[in-house]
Every structure is written in C-alpha cells, then in structure tokens.
C-alpha cells in the first residue's frame, strides 16, 4: 500500500473539492491509503469511515495571501500543510499533496522536510500540457529565481530519474533552454551548464532548445533557471488564455461560427481539455528529501485525484531514493560528501 | 516625402518577394521614395523605373548562417546589408528595411550607424500579435542577453516615445516582466529596476507584469533583459504553432470537424492572421542613431511593405530625435553628457 498525506485545508475550493478528489482518488487507485489533515469535523461530515483513512485535526491553514510564509510556518505548527509536511519528515507516510499557495508549499517543504543531503536546490517541476501528443517537465518555474550550472545539472538528473521511473522512459531527452541552438549560445548559465550537461553519464543530453520549439522538441525533460522557467510556463498560459477568449468571441458574434462550433464541439472541448493544467495533476517538487506534489490552487476533485495519482506513481517509482544514490555516486566522485 | 533605403537582397525570399514588397509600399504610400541596395540586374527586371526609385548596385549579402558576423561586416563593406545602413549613417536616407539575419542587423546597425551618443544599449523590439485587440511592444528580445535597470529605464522611455508618436497612444503604460504583480518580486534586476521606472517623468509605469498577462494586460510596452525577452517571445510562437498544429490535424480527421471547419473557416484565417508575424511588418531596433527595421527572415511582399510602413511611421513621428531631447534632458540633470 501506498500511504500519502493529504492537505486537506488547502487550495481555492478547499476544503470540499479536495475531500472530494480523495474519495475519487481513493476509488481509482486501490493501493492508496491517506491520512487527512485538516478540520476534523467538516471531513467526517463528508467522508464515510474506512480503513484506508486516518484523519489528522489539523484547521489552520497558510493563506494565500501570506507576505512572510515562513514566520506563518514558524508560529503555527498546526496548519494542515505543516502537519502533513511533518508526517513526511517523520516518514509516517509515503509522501503528501496539497494545493496550498505555492510559495508556502516551498517555504514549508524546506523547513520541515529538507533537502535530501548533497542535492544543492529545491526545483518546482510542472508536467507542460501534451499539445503535442508528448508530455514534458519543466523546471525550474519560481522554487529559486537565480541557479548556477550545477544546480542545473542536478535537476537535469532528478527530472530523467522521474521520467524514467514514473512514464518508463528508458532515455529521456534533455534539453537546455536557450536564445539559439547552437552550442555557446547564451548566457555564462547556460554556455557552462551546456558542457556539464554533455558530459554526464546519469542523463541524455539534446542540446539547446528555443522555448519556440516547447511543445515540439523531442525533449522530455526541459532545464533552465526558475525565473527563466516561470516567464516560459505563463507565456505559454497567456497565449493559450488569449486563444480561448479569440474563440469564444468569435462563436458569439457570428451565426456561421455557432453553426461550424456546434460540429467541432467536441474538438474544442478537446482542445481545451489539453492545454489544461488539470490533467497533469500538479507541478512536482524536486529535491526535499520526500515525495511532494502541488496541485493547481484552483484544483477541482479531478484535478486533485490527478495529483494524488502523480505522488503514488513517484512513490512506487521510488525516485527520491533512486535521485540519493546519484548524488552519492557524485559525492564519491568527488571524494566529498556535503 | 520620407526617404528609406531598402536591403534587397536579405531574406529567405529575397530578391523577387523584398521587390515585390518595394512596389505594393510605393503604391500604398506616396509619400515614399526608395534606394535599394542589391543586385541591379536583378531589381532592374523586375521594376519600372520611377522617379521615386533609386538603385544602388550592392549584389552582396550576409548570410544567415554567418558565424562571425562582425568580421563578415567588416570585409565585405558592398552587401546590402552594409550599404543601405551606410545610407543612413550618411543621412542619404531617413532609415532603413531589412528582412537580413537578425544577429548581422545588429552587428551592422551597431558598427555602421552606431548608438545614439548617451544611449546605453541598443534593443530588438517587435510588435506583439494584437491577439487580444492591442498592440504593444516587447523589449528586448535579444539584442543584449543581460541588461541593467537603467538600460531597462532607457528602452522603456525609447518605446514610449514610440508609441505616443508611432500609435498616438498620449501616456503609455509601461510594465515590467516579472514573476510576481508584488513590488519587491524577482531578481535584483527587476527591484532595482521597479524604482527606477516608478520615478521617472517620461513614462506611465504601471507595475510588474506576469507573462500569463502577455495579451491581457493593460500595458502598451513590456521591459525586460534579452534573453527572457526572447524565451517569452519565442515561448508565445511555440504555443501559436502547437494550436495550428493541433486545428489542422484535429480537422483532418473527423468529418464533423471538416464541415465545422467549412463554417468557421474565416475565423480560423483571422485567427491565424492575428497570429501571424506579417501583419505588425518587423522588430524595431530601438537605440541606434538612426531607423531601423527588421522585417521578418521569411517575409512576404505584404508583410514586407508593412515592415516599410513601420519605419516610414518612425521617421514622420522623428522618434529618433525625440529620444535624444530625453537623454539630452537627463544628461543635463545628472550633470553628464556621455
């Protein structure tokens, strides 16, 4: 069995579409047990008894809003997100999910969970939607604004550990995004990750990638700093937000056009459906020493089932403990060990 | 009568579609005169003199794949390329239009025209794709991969010079690229930067601006560093072509799709005129003592003689010399005249 802590208190429509989303979970996947942290009583209100639930009272919960998450996480110990935090750290479960406010989510799996020893940074790590029929990591997107080649190169191993344990990718592709293609494109980052990344044993390197090529590449795994990463992923929403108000607009204000959506109905549907971050689940966060997963704010129960889903997958992948045996190989390289 | 020199030969369809571009802004434009640069046999067969038209025989050209493009500049001072910008360094002309490789355009306008005297840094500045009903420029999108906030500060004037004489827009509002809406968000550049745009009488700041806002936000001009710049540029492409991509495949295989499409065909060409590079004609090169447009690589006649018209619309509005009043004005305050 696969046991995973669930916040429960966290994310726009919390608490009810994330109870929600643990039933279906629950339903969907057999091997899954949880353990619930939030309020007590709104759960049980919800929730038929089961063996495979524990609940933990947890009510308090990080808003969104919070301008000092850390001092949030510091003086209250009781939030649902800290509590299931702490479940991982005292390996009292597998793993934990929340859609709580991402800053907090970072912030907390820091202080509580910590980085695994010797992996040098934290990187939030989205699945971008399959446009293109394939699915790709991205990361950084925000976990650090500013990353050195070697953090990169880090990342660029955890990612392919993930895409190799969790989709059975034998070698996925890695790809450096940059301004241009060819080699010593870029900044200082990227000319100096270019060489570390073409010379590692633990991941197959492709190259430089223009962000033009994001749903093209053959690339599984795309690397770049978290600002960089940031800036790409919600582009890439904005673009796909303007697409679907052009659209809208349009079906409206002519008959022909109402006519024509009525036949594509279900290809808009579809369409809509890809470039939804739902489907994913939520954006990995790679590098504390434990399986989190972050679901969208706005997760509805599917969405959160789908998070839920990406946890227990990375959990029976056994990734953070695949990722510890590269670092310790590196460190051993090395002869150090940090 | 506004004078543009005109670079013949650079451009993937270049000579015939850069000749036929010359001729549709001369028919679309009387206020326009020309001096081409490029292959005089070649321009002479495929256009009827006129008084309007002066050609400069200048068969060479840069080439795409160029490697070292300042070298190449500095050989061969007979392409085109060289020619026409010489042209503006002379004031034989009121600017310049090339669909040349974009890395050589601006290697050429730096060497040849140079910097405005007291202009920090030159910057690539295209027009986004007005999908959600309004223009606004996005720089810089690579002409400097690393920029300082008072570079920052100086390209955000420069554009709203642009857009108060160019697009009669009275207070243009200028926003800062950034992860985060939050004063105090991003990286030293983008803090530093913030202070400098919210004190500065020669522009309407109106905050930092998440790239999800790209064709959303209220912002006539987008300021970041070259290399995010290019990433959300390139970024917004690769969405626009995985949508396209996505429509053509979806409507290939389904009926009800295809007579779908039969009804709505004419919202899918706006659409995809609307994404479509050709209709804004080119980047600015914003910085240089002089104008200069970029037409797109893959130009066509029509976007072509749009990319013209940009620049006629830059001369008659003499944003040039508007510019140099400011950094006049602020050199003057700082008691400097670099």
Known sequence: MIKLAI???????????IIEGVKLALRRYEDLEVVLYGDEEIIKQHLQPSPRITIENAPGKIDMGEKD???????NRNTSLVRAFQAVKERKVDGA?????????????????????????????????????KN??????????????EHLLQLAQYASV????????????????NIGTEPGKGRELEKEAYELL??????????NIESKELFSTP??????????GNMIMKSSEGVAKAVGVFFKQEIKSHLCNKIGYLFMKKTFRRFKKKLSPDEVGGANLFGVDGVVVKAHGSSDAYTFSN??????????????EKMKAIIGEAAKEEGTVE
Not at 198 to 207: A, E, V
Request: a positive charge; hydrophobic letters at 45%.
């Open 7 to 17: 916040d429960i208190m966290g994310g726009d429509f919390a608490p009810l579409a």
């Open 136 to 149: 790709r990591l991205l990361l950084d997107v925000g976990a650090n604004l500013e990353l050195r080649p």
């Open 97 to 133: 999910v929340t859609a709580g406010p991402t800053q907090g989510t970072i912030a907390a799996a820091h202080l509580i969970i910590r980085r695994i020893p010797g992996m040098k940074r934290v990187a939030l790590c989205p699945i971008l939607p399959n446009l293109g029929g």
């Open 219 to 228: 690339c599984d795994i795309l690397v770049t700093d978290g600002f960089t």
């Open 69 to 75: 998450p850390i001092g949030e996480i510091r003086r």
């Open 198 to 207: 073409s010379h590692d044993p633990n991941i197959t390197f492709l190259g």
């Open 162 to 177: 993930f895409a190799r344990e969790v989709w059975g990718i034998q070698k996925p592709g890695v790809g450096l995004m």
């Open 307 to 320: 998070a839920i889903n990406q946890a227990r997958m990375i959990v029976s992948g056994n990734v953070v």
